[in-house]
């Protein structure tokens, strides 16, 4: 017993790191024996001679720096298949923009674009100026190629997992008629939404970027 104690005191004074095990041996089962005191997490218990004592614990419970990144984490701004480039002022459009971002929290495939924002730059999105995307929708792919009308519908809906809901618009005739269909829309989608015409909403927007040069000064 005497021999026990001196391994004990000897264990005390020494640098708890030299304990340390690798990384892949942290995790303990709770089910191992408590003849091997070195890879328990808990204290021995109490033995006859009424000396107690406990090793610390070697596998934590702090968080692991390398451990994988959990599945639901956003994805890398760098994953996107497809820029969808949106009228952030049309009701009817947004229910369909809010219904692909919560799609898209799984898949983070799509990169929203508004064009109303003053911050939209056609230089950063293939050149598609306010008045060419207001016209129609259009999506930029990854690799820089142009959609448009229902085939941006269609890959939008295909990169979030419901490429099914457009799939019959691959297909002759039925894509011609939904293009048609689409055309109609978009033209007159601005009255439908009780806004003003395009020509009108073009004119409210550059008299404001006249005036809001400096943008310290002018917040509409």
Known sequence: MAAFRNAISVGKQANTSL?????FLRTTPNHISASNPFLRSTPLPRHQSGLKFSIRSING?????MAPKKENQEP??????????????CPLCMREVNM???RNEKYGTIKFVDISSDEYSPEDNQGLDYKTVMGRIHG???DGTIVKDVEAFRKLYEVV?????????????V???ADAVYGVWAKYR???TGRPPLEEVLETRRKKKEICEDDKVCKM
Do not use: C, H
Not at 19 to 23: D, G
Not at 79 to 87: A, R, T
């Open 76 to 89: 890398s701004s760098q994953s996107w298949e497809i820029k969808m480039l949106y009228d952030g002022e």
């Open 100 to 102: 692909l971002r919560d």
């Open 190 to 192: 601005l009255q439908v």
């Open 19 to 23: 304990f340390s095990l690798p990384r």
């Open 175 to 177: 894509a011609s008629i």
């Open 140 to 142: 930029i792919l990854s």
């Open 61 to 65: 419970t702090a968080a692991d720096p």
């Open 161 to 173: 997992g419901l490429g099914w809901v457009y799939a019959i618009t691959k297909y002759e005739p």
